[in-house]
């Protein structure tokens, strides 16, 4: 008996052995084949076509008198709300809005009150009756 533990498990390596180059050989297979070239040169074309039409789209945005125009005054607002009042003002509203987040999370996390089991209500109920 002592001698079919090694048989097995010389065995189980073999199998496991030839299961890695089977796997390997399906592998090669795949990646060699024209079905795997034929998918990568369709995502390649696609993916070109995608870069192509994004860089267009770039381009004509860049070149839109109007979004121009929208930067500028983006650019303005921007610089004008950098004042110390405008800045104060918006560090007092995320202040308070964050205390009000806080304040109900904390309320959310907290337990509510547990009512007493059922058997116990029912017990305390007709004694209060009686009073």
């Known amino acids: ?23 390997g050989k399906v592998l ?8 795997r070239r034929s ?5 390649n074309s696609g993916l070109e076509q995608l870069v192509k039409r ?13 979004l121009n125009k929208a930067k500028a005054k983006a650019k303005e607002a921007w610089e004008t709300a950098r004042g110390p009042q405008i800045v104060g003002e918006m ?3 995320i202040v308070d809005t964050l205390r009000k987040l806080n304040e109900d999370l904390a309320k959310r996390t907290t337990p509510p009150a547990t009512p007493p ?3 116990e209500a029912a017990a305390e109920a007709p004694a ?3 009073q």
């Open 28 to 35: 090669k297979n795949a990646w060699a084949s024209d079905e």
């Open 54 to 66: 994004v860089n267009e789209a770039v381009e004509s945005a860049q070149a839109d008198a109007t």
């Open 1 to 23: 008996m002592t001698e079919q533990k090694p048989q097995t498990t010389n065995s189980l390596a073999d199998e496991l052995n030839r299961l890695g180059e089977n796997l």
């Open 91 to 93: 560090r007092t509203g």
């Open 39 to 43: 998918i990568e040169k369709e995502l």
């Open 128 to 130: 209060e009756e009686q």
């Open 117 to 119: 089991p059922a058997s």
